[in-house]
């Protein structure tokens, strides 16, 4: 064993005096938030669409919040704007199958996802890059992207869901 002192990407930028991107070193934290009402009904496949964030952005959280919404459960992934054709570009890259049926208040489900399937989604590797690069784009296409719960289990119940996503641009 050994005494080590590493340093982050940012901070040895910072001791080298190399400028590191506002959104990953003392960047403006924003938020989005988004209510969506689920019915009574609601099939697998429905798509709530809660929050719309820029491609550049740094996710720093995916808070969810919900009631109680009998036998309900749902992907939190993301999706094109309908502007730009609204076509799923990751259905679970954020919470794969998360449990919607028990009361939920800002449970943290930015890397769920990646816990639950070991590489998959948004990663720890991640937290660094703008969402384009996350999602493994190319290039930044420069567009905003929407922040949607898609159901993978039907509500069986009517119920409120809530997003709330932290970033930094």
């Excluded at 506002?22 to 209510?35: C, H, Y």
Aim: hydrophobic share 45%; charged share 20%.
């Amino acid at each position: 064993m050994a005494v080590v002192a590493t340093k982050s990407t940012p901070i040895t930028n910072a001791d080298s005096g190399i400028f590191t991107e506002a959104r990953v070193f003392r960047g403006t934290l924003r938020q989005a938030v988004g209510i969506v009402e689920a019915v009574n009904g609601d099939s697998i496949a429905s798509v709530y669409r809660h929050v719309r964030v820029p491609s550049n952005a740094r996710v720093s959280r995916v808070l969810l919040s919900c009631d109680a919404i009998t036998t309900c459960a749902g992907d939190v992934g993301v999706y094109r704007t309908a502007a730009d054709g609204g076509a799923v570009v990751d259905v679970d890259f954020f919470a794969s199958a998360q449990s919607l049926a028990a009361a939920l208040a800002h449970s943290d489900v930015t890397h769920e996802a990646d816990a639950a399937d070991a590489g998959v989604g948004y990663g720890l590797a991640d937290t660094e890059k703008p969402l384009w690069q996350a999602l493994q784009f190319t290039a930044d296409p420069k567009c905003e992207f929407d922040i949607a719960i898609t159901l993978t289990a039907a509500a069986g119940s009517a119920g409120t869901t809530s997003i709330k996503c932290d970033y930094a641009i």
